[in-house]
């Protein structure tokens, strides 16, 4: 079993800046992607931002330049940098990862608990 642990949101004024980040742990193998989701209120989950296993990002349009994602393969950790944070910003973020736990298993799409940004005006 692997178990996603998110943590970093919080309530910020526009311009501001956050820093989500998001271990995992458990029976791990392997990391493949790693990527941030969010999900405004009535809106749908959208991502946000992902990072291959080779360190190949890309990026919502609308984040480009302001959120940077990256990740530490040695403690299994995904991190979100958030700058020059806007209102519209605000939305449940989700850290998504696909593992496998074992060499001969296919992989696995795990999903965080979410953690709440709140940007305001």
């Known amino acids: 079993q692997v178990q996603l642990v998110e943590s970093g949101g919080g309530l910020v004024q526009a311009g501001g800046s956050l820093r989500l980040s998001c271990a995992a742990s458990?029976?791990?193998?392997?990391?493949?992607?790693m990527s941030w989701y969010r999900q405004a209120p009535g809106k749908q989950r959208e991502m946000a931002a992902v990072?291959?296993?080779?360190?190949?990002?890309n990026y919502l349009d609308s984040v480009k330049g302001r959120f940077t994602i990256s990740r530490d393969n040695a403690k299994a950790t995904v991190y979100l940098q958030m700058n020059s944070l806007q209102p519209e910003d605000t939305a449940v973020y989700y850290c998504?990862?696909?593992?496998?736990?074992?060499?001969?298993?296919?992989?696995?799409?795990?999903w965080g608990q979410g953690t709440l940004v709140t940007v305001s005006s």
């Open positions: 998504n990862v696909d593992v496998k736990t074992h060499w001969l298993s296919g992989p696995l799409e795990v």
């Open positions: 458990g029976s791990i193998f392997s990391i493949n992607t």
């Open positions: 990072i291959t296993s080779g360190g190949t990002t």
